[in-house]
Nanobody, 120 residues
Framework: QVQLVESGGGLVQPGGSLRVSCAASGSIISSIAAMGWYRQAPGKQREFVATITRNGGTVYADSVLGRFTISRDNAKSTVYLQMNSLKPEDAAVYYC?????????????WGQGTQVTVSS
C-alpha cells in the first residue's frame, strides 16, 4: 500500500506563489513509477496538473505550463509543486497521485487533498 499526505495549501493573492508537498509512505513505495498532482474546483471534474516520473521526466497541463514546477526528492519520497503567478482559476483542492506497479497492474493512490485559494 501507499499513503500520501499533502501539505502546504492555503490562501494566496493573485500573482502570488505557493508550494504544496506530498509525502509518500507505505510498503510498496519502491514500486511507484510516477507521482503527480491533480486538482478539482467546485462543480468541476478533477483535472490533471503535472506529473514526474521516477527518473525525473515531467509533463504539465497546458494551463500551468511555465508557471508551475513539479519536482521530487526520492530520498524523502516527496513530490513538490511550486506554483507561481497564481490566478483565481487555479483555486481548487489539489490532490497528490501516485502510480504504483507492485505487480502487473498499475494502481492509483490518492492523497486527501489540500485546498488552494487564490483571492485578493
Amino acid at each position: 500500500q501507499v499513503q500520501l499526505v499533502e501539505s502546504g495549501g492555503g490562501l494566496v493573492q493573485p500573482g502570488g506563489s505557493l508550494r504544496v508537498s506530498c509525502a509518500a509512505s507505505g510498503s510498496i513505495i519502491s514500486s511507484i513509477a510516477a507521482m503527480g498532482w491533480y486538482r478539482q474546483a467546485p462543480g468541476k471534474q478533477r483535472e490533471f496538473v503535472a506529473t514526474i516520473t521516477r527518473n525525473g521526466g515531467t509533463v504539465y497541463a497546458d494551463s500551468v505550463l511555465g508557471r508551475f514546477t513539479i519536482s521530487r526528492d526520492n530520498a524523502k519520497s516527496t513530490v513538490y509543486l511550486q506554483m507561481n503567478s497564481l490566478k483565481p482559476e487555479d483555486a481548487a483542492v489539489y490532490y497528490c497521485n501516485a502510480k504504483a506497479s507492485p505487480g502487473v497492474i498499475t494502481v492509483d493512490y490518492w492523497g486527501q487533498g489540500t485546498q488552494v485559494t487564490v483571492s485578493s
